[in-house]
């Protein structure tokens, strides 16, 4: 495991100086980081005027609780043959408001979530609730855990010049986590990102999930 993560944080590294700036993302099914547990991940995302790089570390002190931070990069295509770097900060916090089992087929977790991009011109804060549900399945040596997930961000952007613009945006998630062994989980997530003014309407990320 100690290995693993080295790598991932060495490519972290590799990847640092070309990224993107976008509202996170699930990046996690809707199941918890278990108590005392840790889970590191790292996400290449992409869409038409941005490619970045985003890494998480998930920590659980309580039962069914589990809260995230969230750090990268981003490089913007500003237009004109124009890149802005673009630096990415956040954290959320989810509750398990449903396991699936005999009763219900999904687990559902709901909570919140804040995050920051800044560059030299501008600077967004958004800020909303989350829920995400999944459920998963067998797959012969591994499992499959299809995810959906939904937030209500309420968008605040301050711009050089003095000016200031707000606005509310409904990015939607559809992912899978592919659990290859208790230490390796590849993910990929779909983003549409629905009225936000400040980013591109469809992200792609891909990454993997470690937990240790």
């Given at each position: 495991?100690?290995?693993?993560?080295?790598?991932?944080?060495?490519?972290?590294?590799?990847?640092?100086?070309?990224?993107?700036?976008?509202t996170f993302g699930a990046l996690t099914p809707a199941d918890p980081v278990p108590v005392n547990?840790?889970?590191?991940?790292?996400?290449?995302?992409?869409?038409?005027?941005?490619?970045?790089?985003?890494?998480?570390?998930?920590?659980?002190?309580?039962?069914?609780?589990?809260?995230?931070?969230?750090?990268?990069?981003?490089?913007?295509?500003?237009?004109?043959?124009?890149?802005?770097?673009?630096?990415?900060?956040?954290?959320?916090l989810r509750f398990l408001a449903a396991r699936q089992g005999e009763t219900f087929p999904l687990?559902?977790?709901?909570?919140?979530?804040?995050?920051?991009?800044?560059?030299?011109?501008?600077?967004?804060?958004?800020?909303?609730?989350?829920?995400?549900?999944?459920?998963?399945?067998?797959?012969?040596?591994?499992?499959?855990?299809?995810?959906?997930?939904?937030?209500?961000?309420?968008?605040?952007?301050?711009?050089?010049?003095?000016?200031?613009?707000?606005?509310?945006?409904?990015?939607?998630?559809?992912?899978?986590?592919?659990?290859?062994?208790?230490?390796?989980?590849?993910?990929?997530?779909?983003?549409?990102?629905?009225?936000?003014?400040?980013?591109?309407?469809?992200?792609?990320?891909?990454?993997?999930?470690?937990?240790?």
């Amino acid at each position: 495991m100690k290995s693993t993560l080295a790598v991932a944080c060495i490519a972290l590294g590799l990847f640092a100086t070309s990224a993107h700036a976008q509202t996170f993302g699930a990046l996690t099914p809707a199941d918890p980081v278990p108590v005392n547990g840790h889970t590191f991940g790292g996400y290449l995302d992409a869409s038409d005027h941005t490619l970045g790089l985003l890494a998480q570390l998930r920590l659980s002190f309580y039962p069914n609780v589990d809260f995230g931070f969230q750090g990268g990069v981003a490089r913007v295509d500003a237009g004109g043959g124009t890149d802005q770097t673009n630096v990415r900060l956040g954290g959320d916090l989810r509750f398990l408001a449903a396991r699936q089992g005999e009763t219900f087929p999904l687990d559902l977790s709901i909570g919140g979530a804040l995050g920051m991009q800044h560059t030299s011109d501008f600077t967004i804060l958004s800020l909303g609730p989350t829920a995400v549900a999944s459920r998963a399945m067998e797959a012969g040596s591994m499992s499959i855990v299809p995810y959906v997930g939904v937030a209500l961000f309420f968008n605040s952007a301050n711009l050089q010049s003095g000016d200031s613009k707000n606005d509310v945006s409904v990015p939607l998630r559809f992912g899978s986590e592919f659990r290859v062994s208790q230490e390796l989980r590849i993910m990929a997530e779909l983003q549409l990102l629905l009225e936000d003014e400040f980013n591109d309407d469809v992200v792609f990320v891909t990454g993997v999930n470690l937990p240790f």
